[in-house]
């Protein structure tokens, strides 16, 4: 039974291109085929409970703006009825929008517990609560993930902290929030650092909490095959914001950590696009290093104004990143377990319930809109056969043999003499690849 917080609206349809309903999708069709797929099947919405359902509108210099059935005196749903009224409005919106998914973390889904066992048990009961929900709707989980930065416990970091009762306790979390995703049936275990970095050099170990990060994330990978979770488990890259340097700061640096403690073949990435912008990258960049490495594995779909410095996690609207975003994933074959997660909140002047779901409509029309972009490129050669022939030379048997391993200086030395070798350059085509890209946006 709905709960009515989104008015009588029940299905959001799709009315095509033409509509200027804001209650419905223009170019989002879960059973238009894509590259012989079904959209639906490429872009596995979800949505993120945390930015819809529990961030109250605040920022750095102004608190609550948003009113909320399901809000407590302090601004969040502090009690387990509220927190299932929370959950009921959720499922709500979920059904409202068709998608497949939805994502959480421990803290948003139920209130802290005066003690550990008290904060697992809550977790548990609400567990219990979502499984009934997604038996009835056929909703899946997409990831789950433990809250480790907001409690001031954990305000020098989790896995690095200098504390390690602090350690234990995040340890201990995890371990929670691991048995809850795997009872759910998550597709998805993702570990977001939020304050594993530093504000100083004068009071921190780098090695040492470099060492005690990658422990934590073996525990968590040895958990996974204790308990038959066959999900995948995510690091989520974060540059800084709120710590002045994090040790997740891109897709690079988190290749480098897990090659350096032997994780590289058990741990992929879940990218988000306002990270990848703070950390000086493009989107499109942060999801072909992670192909190449073979650390890809999800994203978070949000965008960080362009005139602030900040991560302000606002809903996807320009399609041409959007294409060149899903011209990479299609590259890199596409989702396995991951998917496109709406990691993304409301400004917080944006107060009517209805607003939530215009937001989430808007961009699920533009990755749908980028998508159909990226398949037609990938289709039709746009980019590949230009790519292809500006490499081709490498394919040749003396171009191989110079990466041979037992290629040396001084035979290449010796060849280009032989040869009397006087290389042109040749034009990279920039601007006759970018028009070829807006012939297609």
Not at 165 to 170: E, P, Q, R, T, W
Not at 312 to 326: I, R, S
Not at 373 to 380: D, F, H, T, Y
Request: aromatic share 12%; charged share 25%; proline share 5%.
């Amino acid at each position: 039974m709905s709960t009515g917080y989104f008015g009588d609206i029940s299905k959001i349809p799709f009315e095509g291109p033409g509509s200027t309903n804001p209650l419905a999708f223009r170019f989002y069709d879960p059973d238009e085929l894509v590259l012989g797929k079904r959209m639906e099947d490429h872009l596995r919405f979800a949505v993120c409970y945390w930015h819809s359902f529990v961030w109250p509108g605040s920022d750095p210099f102004g608190g609550q703006t948003f009113e909320r059935p399901w809000y407590g005196p302090s601004g969040a749903a502090d009690t387990m009825a509220l927190a299932k009224k929370k959950a009921d409005v959720a499922f709500d919106m979920f059904a409202m929008l068709g998608v497949p998914y939805f994502t959480f973390h421990d803290a948003d889904v139920r209130p802290e517990g005066a003690s550990f066992s008290e904060s697992r048990d809550r977790l548990n009961e609400i567990a219990d609560y979502f499984e009934a929900k997604m038996d009835a709707t056929g909703l899946k989980l997409l990831w789950g993930t433990a809250n480790l930065f907001s409690h001031r416990r954990y305000m020098a970091g989790a896995a690095t902290n200098p504390d390690p009762d602090v350690f234990a306790y995040a340890a201990a979390t995890v371990k929670s929030c691991m048995d809850v995703t795997h009872r759910l049936k998550g597709q998805n275990y993702v570990l977001w650092g939020g304050r594993e970095g530093y504000e100083t050099l004068l009071n921190t170990d780098i090695g040492r909490e470099l060492d005690q990060m990658g422990r934590f994330l073996s525990m968590v990978v040895d958990y996974k095959h204790k308990i038959g979770f066959k999900g995948s488990i995510l690091i989520e890259p974060k540059p800084q914001e709120p710590t002045k340097h994090q040790y997740d700061y891109d897709v690079g640096t988190i290749y480098g950590f897990l090659k350096r403690y032997g994780l590289e073949g058990e741990v992929k990435t879940n990218i988000e696009q306002g990270h990848a912008i703070l950390a000086g990258h493009s989107f499109e960049h942060e999801l072909a290093l992670a192909a190449a490495l073979g650390i890809f594995g999800s994203i978070d779909m949000n965008r960080n104004d362009y005139q602030s410095g900040w991560d302000t996690d606002q809903f996807p609207n320009n399609v041409p990143e959007m294409a060149l975003a899903y011209y990479q994933v299609l590259r890199a074959g596409g989702f396995t377990t991951g998917g496109t997660n709406f990691d993304a909140k409301l400004r917080r002047q944006s107060l009517d319930p209805q607003d939530l779901l215009i937001a989430h409509i808007g961009g699920m029309d533009c990755c749908a809109r980028g998508l159909k972009a990226a398949a037609s490129m990938v289709e039709e050669k746009a980019l590949s056969a230009p790519l292809a022939e500006r490499y081709a030379a490498w394919d040749k048997p003396d171009a191989a043999r110079l990466l041979d391993k037992n290629a040396d200086l001084e035979a290449i030395e010796a060849d280009v003499l032989a040869r009397n070798l006087d290389p042109q350059p040749r034009s990279g085509r920039q601007e006759y690849l970018e028009n070829v890209v807006n012939r297609y946006v």
